[in-house]
């Protein structure tokens, strides 16, 4: 079965910081790779995924995500921390059928003014 | 916006009732899954339904069960709750394919007292 870690339960940046949250996976097979963001009562909406072809993938809002199979890591990053941004957010991998699908149990993301 | 809906946003039930959430998707959305959320984790995949059957399963009992029907629309059923099924439930519908985009409900909210 797979699994995803995520280090670190809560990060905190200051704003216009950079924003570093960590993900890393277990699987034989290179899997499809996700990140979600979770805004206070509300459902997720993705930020970006890893299918194939190139490892570093962008997404919305400035964030973008380097996929490392040599180290099973799928690390999400933004430049510039926006007040906008403190929500949680998961790391998701499925499998290659598509029908099993395994979340991390996230990171709160705190930006200090 | 995702064009997911799902009802009722709020619920309370007691031990050993039994409940149905239902979800409504978007037209061309042939898959869903359902996904439990306890306070403070990551999704639990439940299971998926793919062209009104179910297509893949994470580990929860025979008690969790669904339907899924020909208008995009699914209903998860819990039968016998327990203490433990308080969660935030959510759906999510995809047209198909372990690459493709889940777009999720903003979820119904189940306390089990």
């Known amino acids: 079965a797979q699994s995803v870690t995520q280090l670190g339960s809560h990060v905190s940046v200051s704003e216009g910081a950079l924003v570093l949250l960590r993900c890393n996976y277990s699987?034989?097979?290179?899997?499809?790779l996700f990140w979600y963001v979770q805004y206070p009562n509300q459902g997720l909406q993705l930020l970006l995924k890893y299918t194939t072809g190139a490892t570093l993938v962008k997404g919305i809002n400035g964030f973008e995500a380097e996929f490392k199979k040599s180290e099973t890591s799928f690390h999400l990053t933004k430049p510039s921390a926006h007040m906008s941004d403190a929500a949680e957010y998961f790391c998701a991998v499925t499998s290659m059928a598509g029908n099993q699908f395994y979340f991390g149990t996230g990171t709160s993301l705190t930006v200090i003014p | 916006e995702t064009g997911v809906t799902q009802s009722p946003t709020h619920l309370i039930k007691t031990r050993g009732q039994q409940v149905t959430l239902r979800c409504s998707s978007q037209s061309g959305h042939n898959t869903v899954s359902w996904y439990q959320q306890a306070l403070g984790q990551g999704p639990q995949f439940i299971f998926q339904y793919y062209r009104e059957e179910e297509n893949g399963r994470g580990n929860f009992p025979p008690r969790f069960s669904g339907l899924q029907f020909p208008n995009y629309s699914s209903e998860l059923n819990v039968n016998a709750l327990e203490l433990d099924d308080s969660a935030l439930y959510l759906c999510?519908?995809?047209?198909?394919?372990?690459?493709?985009?889940?777009?999720f409900g903003p979820g119904t909210r189940l306390l089990v007292l």
């Open positions: 999510a519908g995809t047209s198909g394919g372990a690459a493709e985009t889940q777009y």
């Open positions: 699987s034989s097979v290179p899997p499809y």
